[in-house]
């Protein structure tokens, strides 16, 4: 699988959308972007998942680039509830479905 | 979304002893589960694949004589620490795939706290 690169951490204000950036240089054609978040102490929580198109569901909006180097999670009106290690995974079929964890970045939202 | 309930959530034990911690999905099957441990302040790391009705695939470097993984239903799996020593102390986390889906999100457990004294 591609490995990614993120920022060991980000502040962001409350009620703001936060801006989490993604590198994943590596990555092949037939590999997805996938994004977790894990809440201090509990086990990590799926947010969104795609290919090359963007994609929006009710947490998030994932936007990758158009040469699928990189990509961005938006959490578009960050709240305290937000506040978690958030992981940028991609994976491919060649590695059996499992998700490989990188460093994520750490996101505090201040109030 | 799917449930994956993980019991216990946090366990004490004596140094030597066995600990087993369950993984099971609630409202759906899964063919494939995974098991997880993480260390303060570090990510997670796989240890290793647990297939139904076959012998799991452990990932470099995790003693599957030490850790030993049952995957007996496919809405079960179990991990089992044998002969815990206090380095074994650490966040295990399982997630199950839900079958017959191709591409699709793994669900996770909401983790065991393992701490052995």
């Known amino acids: 699988d591609a490995k990614t690169t993120q920022p060991p951490s980000m502040d962001c204000a409350e009620g703001r959308a936060a801006n989490l950036p993604c590198n994943h240089s590596?990555?092949?054609?037939?590999?997805?972007v996938y994004w977790y978040r894990q809440i201090h102490s509990q086990g990590p929580q799926y947010i969104i998942h795609?290919?090359?198109n963007n994609e929006t569901n009710e947490m998030a909006s994932l936007i990758i680039t158009e040469d699928r180097k990189s990509s961005t999670l938006i959490l578009p009106h960050a709240t305290l509830r937000d506040t978690a290690v958030y992981y940028c995974?991609?994976?491919?079929?060649?590695?059996?479905?499992?998700?490989?964890f990188g460093g994520g970045t750490r996101v505090l939202v201040k109030p | 979304g799917a449930v994956v309930s993980q019991h216990p959530s946090w366990v004490i034990c004596k140094s030597g002893t066995s600990v087993k911690i369950e993984c099971r999905s609630l409202d759906f099957q899964a063919t494939t589960m995974f098991w997880y441990r993480q260390f303060p302040k570090q990510s997670l790391m796989l240890m290793a694949t647990s297939n139904e009705g076959s012998k799991a695939t452990y990932e470099q470097g995790v003693e599957k004589d030490k850790f030993l993984i049952n995957h007996a239903s496919l809405t079960l799996s179990t991990l089992t620490v044998t002969s815990a020593h206090p380095e074994d102390s650490s966040f295990y986390i399982c997630s199950a795939l839900p079958t017959g889906q191709g591409w699709t999100e793994a669900f996770f457990g909401q983790g065991t706290r393992l701490t052995v004294v």
């Open positions: 995974i991609v994976r491919g079929k060649a590695a059996g479905n499992k998700l490989t």
């Open positions: 795609g290919l090359k």
């Open positions: 590596t990555i092949s054609g037939n590999e997805y």
